[in-house]
Each structure stands twice: as C-alpha cells, then as structure tokens.
C-alpha cells in the first residue's frame, strides 16, 4: 500500500503553484474607469435623438424641454471629457459649445419653467409668458448640434 500523505503533498505543491505564475493573471490592480466611453455616448446621443424635444416641431414641444436642456447639457460635458484626446476635439467643443449657449438663451428666457400660453407674449418676452419665436429658435439650435455632436461621435468609434 501507498501511503496517502506521500501522494497528497506533492499533488498539492503543484496545484499551489500553478496559481503563481505571472501569466495567469494582472500584474497589479484592476484600473478603474469612470464616466462613460465613446460607444456609451453615441448610445445616448441616439436616445436624445429619439426624444420628443428632438422629433416634435420645435414650436410646439419648448415648453416641455426643461429636463431636455438638462440632459443635453451633461451630456454636452461627458462628450468633451471622453474626446479631449481624439483628433475631432476642437469640433466638438465648438458644437458642445453652441449647443450649450443655446441651452442658455432656451434657459434664460424660461422657455420651459412653469411656460404658461406659450406664444401668447410674441411681442414682449418680458410679460407672462415667452416669446415662442426665440424659445423655438433656441430649441432648434440644440436640436442640430446634438445631431452634430453625433456625427462626430461616430468618426471617432
């Protein structure tokens, strides 16, 4: 009879082992990444596409676009932060920008905070309700720099 130890030892020795080697594994610690990818973005630029404030004309959709501006305003940050280091940065700064200054002015004149009678004050924006001209205007220059933004996008994937 074998002894049962005799065996055992050795067997176990190789399977200890068999676990150290460097090519079994990382060499050091998993690297985080935060925020999203190129990919993730172009996935979000087509749901902003998608989206009522994009598709429904525009002079008819502002007054429902609140959460819109907001959404297309982080986005706007995501895309810059992602692509600083693409060939395509410097265009889409430039259209992030845009987009953004558009969101302001949308903003600014509180196209889509409590709008009450939107279209009603055309003549004097500053009265209750906003000018729906400007508003629209706004909204539809948003609306073409995402469709910008996404093009560019997909140069880079």
């Known amino acids: 009879m074998v002894n049962l130890r005799v065996l055992l030892v050795p067997a176990l020795l190789v399977l200890a082992c068999a676990g150290c080697s460097r090519e079994a594994g990382p060499s050091g610690p998993p690297v985080a990444k935060y925020g999203p990818s190129v990919q993730d ?28 501006a907001t959404e297309v305003v982080n986005f706007g940050n995501s895309v810059i932060s992602e692509t600083a280091g693409s060939k395509q940065a410097t265009a889409i700064k430039a259209v992030v920008d845009q987009m953004q200054a558009a969101v302001g002015d949308y903003e600014k ?29 706004a909204l539809t220059t948003v609306r073409e720099q995402v469709d910008a933004i996404g093009k560019l996008l997909n140069q880079i994937s």
């Open 41 to 68: 973005l172009t996935v979000k630029v087509t749901a902003l596409q998608a989206d009522q404030c994009q598709t429904v004309p525009a002079a008819t959709v502002f007054p429902e676009c609140e959460r819109y």
């Open 109 to 137: 004149r509180q196209c889509g905070v409590g709008t009450q009678n939107p279209g009603l004050n055309n003549a004097n924006p500053a009265t209750n309700g906003p000018n729906a001209a400007p508003c629209a205007a």
